[in-house]
């Protein structure tokens, strides 16, 4: 098609590339917490301790323990701040809202003195280092309001944790005059944001640095901090695509779905997802670790389930596994531990090379106790096989890439066999797998998240201006409307304790695993048997951008139970 030179091939070109729910929510303006909508002060509590090991974590960290967490206020002040460049990196995987915290971000320092500028390191960390990085015009971020990615400026897995890269990344903040560095990132950026905030502040370079709460995996909150944003949004995804899983099973009424759920260790997204959908089973690593289960009992769970619905003629359902599974069966979590050590060298600290496949799987089972290498035996070959030999850059086992809903579900029909040998069981088993995960890393954000986003981010410039540096930034209160939501800062050192990591111990944020005496595991587990037995699906249906409140506006049931709304 050709056309003249008019204004009809630019709506047809933005029509074109566009989706027309893209252009409209382009229009959407995200809702902030009543104390940021004009001058704010900053209200301080008292000094603060880290969560644990004090003494530890106040002596690596001299300038920016025991700060107090801050709370905004609406202020009658109206004095013009003088103009701050700031930095901002996207570190770790995407989660929704990102673009939505730098928008806020952006606004925000727009609104402390229009003269600011915002600079976006590109591809994560890295980018620093690297001195990669592009400046952030109303009009890039105009295109990027309410989207869902990380594309923006893109995103990296580089940790910032050496003291040469803490040298290269002032070299580029200076030569852009940059006072404050934002770090959008989970619980290790984040600690890898405060280690650069009191290095920083150590060597009085003059730049503050802020952290903000990011991850789907939702294990990046506290007393503090409600929920890591994406966590909504990428649940919500999920459990529109299991709802429709349930409707087609339900209709069909001859597979069981094995529907594994990313989340990485912490059990939060599968959790989430089945208080939205009712599955028949969700599994809850937690829970298996804390029952000291084997994988033969989590097989049996499972079995007798099925079973006990193929008894009344249900040969169908649904099975929602954790990704971290496997990881918290105790028996493997022990065999990985100790794979992890002999595919070392002891002497380099390095991974074992060897020859090929068979010389690394014979050397792996001459070298493992007796106990592990009964529980590798037990295990099908393809995963002994991939527990052997697949590693990561760090030479660790990747468990992640173990098909845990196929392993389950082979274990399953393998069981359910010997008891129909066994008069025991009669009914068909016939399954389907799925994976879901970067399905919802990239979604358009909710309106929570689009909110929750917009608001963290332009809280951040709040922190800046009050000139805190080491501090996470936080929204609270986010179950009430966001007129109400509560804005401020935690310093990130109270979130801190010391533990292991790659044989040393290190300052690290506390991750937060599913509780299992918190309200979202106790509702579950109350409603489990019954949703097992009877066909109790819950179809959640697509995220909705615009229409009633109740049906667009809502947060996630972890949130809802947590806060007992
Ligand atoms: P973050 O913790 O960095 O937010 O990443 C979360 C996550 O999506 C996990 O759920 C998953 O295990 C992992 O990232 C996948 O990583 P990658 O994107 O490198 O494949």
Known sequence: MRFHRTVTPLIYYIHMTKSALQIARAAYQPKLPKALQGPVVAKEGAATQSVGDQEKIKQLFPNTYGLPVIEFEASAAT?????????????????????????????????????????????????????????????????????????????????????????????????????????????????????????????????????????????????????????????????????????????????WHFIKLMGRSASHIALECALQTQPNICLVSEEVEAKEQSLDDVVNYIAT????????????????????????????????????????????????????????????????????????????????????????????????????????????????????????????????HHFFGYEGRCAAPSNYDADYCYSLGFNASRLIAAGKTGYMSIIRNTTAPAAEWVAGGVPITMMMNIERRNGADKPVIRKALVELDGAPFRYFAAHRDEWAQATSYVYPGPIQYFGPTEVCDQSTKTLQLEQAR
């Not at 940059?178 to 009191?198: F, W």
């Not at 527990?387 to 468990?399: E, F, I, K, T, Y």
């Open 79 to 255: 004095t013009q701040q003088p103009a701050v460049n700031v930095g901002v990196i996207l570190s770790g995987g995407q989660a929704p809202g990102g673009h939505n915290v730098i928008s806020g971000l952006f606004d925000g320092v727009k609104s402390i003195n229009p003269a600011s500028k915002l600079y976006g390191f590109i591809l994560g960390p890295g980018g620093l280092v690297d001195h990669n990085y592009m400046e952030l015009t109303a009009d890039i971020i105009d295109e990027y309001r309410n989207t869902g990615g990380f594309d923006i400026i893109g995103s990296g897995r580089t940790k910032l944790e050496k003291e040469e890269q803490f040298e290269k990344g002032i070299e580029i903040l200076r030569e852009l005059n940059i006072k404050a560095l934002v770090i959008i990132g989970g619980d290790d950026s984040n600690t890898n944001a405060c280690v650069l905030a009191e290095y920083y502040a150590a060597k009085k370079y003059g730049v503050q640095v802020i952290g903000c709460p990011k991850t789907i995996d939702g294990d990046l909150k506290n007393e503090q901090i409600e929920t890591s944003f994406g966590f909504d949004t990428a649940c919500k995804t999920y459990s529109e695509l299991i709802g429709n899983i349930q409707r087609d099973c339900n209709s069909a009424r001859k597979y």
């Open 305 to 432: 389930i099925v079973a006990a619905r193929a008894a009344k003629g249900d040969n169908y359902g649904t099975v929602l596994i954790p990704e971290g599974l496997i990881e918290f069966i105790p028996a493997i979590k022990k065999l990985i531990k100790e794979l992890n050590e002999v595919l070392t060298d002891p002497a380099t600290g390095e991974p074992r090379e060897f020859a090929g496949a068979e010389e690394q799987i014979a050397f792996v089972e001459s070298h493992i106790a007796k106990d592990n290498l009964a529980v590798l035996k037990s295990l099908p070959e393809d995963v002994a096989r991939q527990l052997c030999l697949d590693r990561d850059p760090h030479g660790n086992v990747q468990v992640s890439l173990i098909e845990t809903e196929k392993l389950l579900s082979r274990m399953v029909a393998k069981r359910l066999a010997e008891w129909k040998q066994a008069g025991k069981y009669d009914g068909k088993f016939s399954t389907q």
